[in-house]
């Protein structure tokens, strides 16, 4: 039996165990088998790898980790249409039901039967893995394999920044990990005409602002109400873009955007979030938007069209990158902070 090293969550504790597992060469006729070429480090994985409460909940061992990545395809199930061998491919990581009320009406993204790749099924941190045909992405961009691995958290960034107009607007970036990063520097790349990041990590601010911030403001030595209306003469943000999942920093996003001005919402908030819904969302005006993975498949085009525009940084928006086997080191540097994007190679 040939086998192949993976990372997995091996049982109800904190870290991954590196193992080799049989090679998942059986597929079934909507299934592709995968060569992975490269894997980042999602904060999902992190969390699993500290095997917090949220993960306690969610997680059931033992499960080859991982989500985001970039392969070839080396072999295809009898009914699959959309791939072909040998193909570059990266995958949109939730897997539909496709019979539900909203997958029925084509919004995927909250599919109520949702499977995630690496946290209910296995996942990529391996040098090999099957995956539903529908799910996969193919890349004719010729862009490096590395680059591709971080499509899938970088169609959050996009489906964050772009569900609003921002060209030419004042955008806020409320928290600069590293999709928070990415979205700063698709702000940049859509013509945002003043970019406004919110980070209290010193390695991030340096890296928001060579992404295209133009003011950060970090809330642990300045105001940062006062800081942004100063910057927006008084007017206040046209849209803010909220990666945190602070409970402070929403709560004074809502103080300093504009009447009539848009919030997009991706930060998940481990506490409850105080609001006077009256002062600041009914006499503003504003609209909220949640958002949810990304839109299956709208989001993918834009990915595909900024990835193949030139105009992100992603060899900024990566900060380092390890062999596979190195993942105690890289999980460090993910979770000390300063970092962008982690990428990991089998």
Not at 71 to 76: K, Q, S
Not at 268 to 290: Q, R, T
């Amino acid at each position: 039996m040939k086998t192949m090293t993976a990372f997995i969550k091996e049982s109800r504790n904190p870290g991954f165990t590196m193992v080799q597992k049989p090679i998942p060469s059986e597929i079934k006729s909507d299934e592709v088998f995968i060569k992975i070429l490269a894997t980042s480090i999602c904060g999902t994985d992190v969390h699993i790898y500290k095997w917090d409460r949220w993960s306690q909940g969610r997680i059931k061992p033992p499960l080859t980790v991982g989500h985001e990545f970039s392969g070839e395809v080396l072999a295809i199930g009898k009914d699959v249409k959309n791939v072909n061998v040998g193909d570059i491919v990266s995958a949109e990581t939730h897997i539909v039901c496709g019979t539900c009320e909203w997958c029925k009406r084509g919004e995927y993204h909250i599919c109520k039967n949702t499977k995630i790749i690496g946290v209910d099924t296995d996942g990529c941190f391996a040098e090999y893995a099957k995956m539903p045909a529908f799910n996969l992405i193919v890349n004719h961009s010729g862009v490096h394999p590395k680059f591709l691995s971080v499509q899938e958290p970088l169609g959050n960034a996009v489906h964050t920044m772009l569900h609003f107009d921002i060209k030419d607007k004042t955008v806020a970036v409320v928290g600069c990990g590293p999709i928070g990063l990415m979205g700063v520097n698709i702000a940049k790349a859509v013509g945002s005409k003043k970019i406004i990041a919110i980070e209290i990590n010193d390695y991030r601010i340096k890296l928001a602002k060579e992404l295209g911030a133009h003011v950060v403001i970090n809330p642990l030595k300045e105001d940062v109400i006062q800081r942004v209306m100063e910057e927006t003469d008084g007017a206040g943000i046209d849209v803010v873009t909220e990666f945190s999942g602070n409970k402070t920093a929403i709560e004074q996003a809502f103080k300093y955007v504009k009447p009539g001005g848009k919030m997009s919402m991706l930060g998940i908030v481990p506490s409850n979030v105080e609001i006077d819904l009256s002062a600041d969302i009914v006499f503003k005006g504003i609209s909220i938007y949640g958002v949810v993975g990304r839109l299956m498949f709208k989001t993918w085009e834009q990915v595909t069209e900024l990835v193949q525009s030139g105009k992100l940084d992603l060899d900024k928006i990566i900060t380092h990158t390890f062999p596979l086997k190195d993942m105690e080191q890289a999980m460090a540097i993910m979770s000390s902070g300063n970092s962008g994007k982690v990428v990991l190679i089998p």
